[in-house]
């Protein structure tokens, strides 16, 4: 009789992507996209950040899963940002949501308890 450890055995099959390779061409394509559709999504959402930031704020969103090695997690972004995309061209989402991506929402940590407990106060 063999062991049962085989039987829970099983093998992820890909989404898109076989290997990390294929998997960075469909992210390359993606961020192409998205730089095509940079004028676009400026006209229809009369965003007042020109080219170069808007170019800039995309290439930060992309570096940020940029550690990201798993070819099925590097597909599942790419189909979260495919969404997002659509999404922003079809003009489905309002200006708010696309001026979300240009604020700065990095807050310094609250190292200690008892300065989070306090902050937890404040906003009661």
């Not at 930060?60 to 099925?72: G, I, S, T």
């Not at 079809?90 to 929402?105: A, E, G, N, S």
């Amino acid at each position: 009789m063999s062991s049962g450890l085989t039987h829970f055995t099983k093998v992820a099959k890909p989404i898109a992507s076989v290997d990390l390779p294929s998997a960075r061409k469909l992210v390359i394509r993606l961020y192409r996209m998205w730089i095509r559709e940079i004028p676009r999504i400026q006209e229809n959402f009369t965003l007042e950040y020109n080219r170069a930031q808007c170019v800039a704020k995309l290439r930060e969103k992309f570096l940020e899963n940029a550690h990201v090695r798993d070819p099925r997690a590097i597909d599942l972004l790419v189909f979260k940002g495919r969404q997002e995309l659509d999404e922003c061209v079809l003009v489905w989402k309002q200006r708010t949501h696309i001026l979300r991506y240009f604020q700065d929402t990095k807050r310094k940590p609250l190292t200690k308890f008892m300065d989070r407990f306090n902050q937890g106060m404040k906003n009661l």
